[in-house]
């Protein structure tokens, strides 16, 4: 019965004042834990070799939204050494919910392939939406999940072909309020 009247009592508290640093500009870092591929015209897609290697950079303010740097590699599987690069700047806008912070936004910024046949594609665009959400675990400690949507293609150059190397991924890290 006490157990059952100090949990309420915490719970009420917490929603009374939720654990955020209002006025904080938070610094985070992430990292990508799994990448899957769109599937092209044809209806065939590559297959992610593990998880992607890379890093995401945030930083935001609670007004004015936040930016993140993301640069990261997913290795082809069944393709030898071959490799997507990806790098993106996004901006996005967090929501204070009283025990998460939603966060949606979008991003732009290239997709190059690495490996034997990198010479036979152009440098691609990618273009990405994004949904980030923040856990606070202290008042200035957030863990951070994020969902990606990434939409890219690399031209063939002699021909009018294009490679697919759009997909999903989602990240997961944390960020440290000051």
């Known amino acids: ?56 950079l945030s930083a935001s303010l609670p007004v004015l939204g936040g930016v993140s740097f993301e640069t990261y590699e997913v290795k082809l599987k069944n393709q030898g050494e071959h490799k997507f690069s990806y790098l993106l700047v996004d901006y996005f806008y967090t929501f204070p919910l009283p025990f998460v912070n939603l966060s ?47 939409q890219a293609e690399l031209k063939y150059l002699s021909g009018s072909e294009y490679l697919e190397a759009g997909g999903t991924m989602w990240a997961l890290g944390a960020s440290i309020g000051f």
């Open 1 to 56: 019965m006490r157990l059952t009247i100090w949990s309420f009592l915490v719970l009420l508290l917490c929603s009374v004042t939720p654990l955020r640093a209002a006025d904080d500009l938070f610094i985070g870092v992430q990292t990508p834990m799994d990448f899957s591929f769109s599937p092209a015209d044809d209806g065939n897609s590559f297959q992610a070799d593990g998880a992607p290697t890379g890093l995401l």
């Open 104 to 150: 949606m936004g979008a991003g732009a910024g290239t997709v190059n392939l690495k490996g034997d046949y990198a010479g036979q594609y152009d440098r691609g665009t990618a273009l990405q939406f994004l949904a980030r959400l923040g856990i606070p675990i202290t008042v200035g400690f957030n863990l951070d999940f994020s969902y990606h949507v990434v």
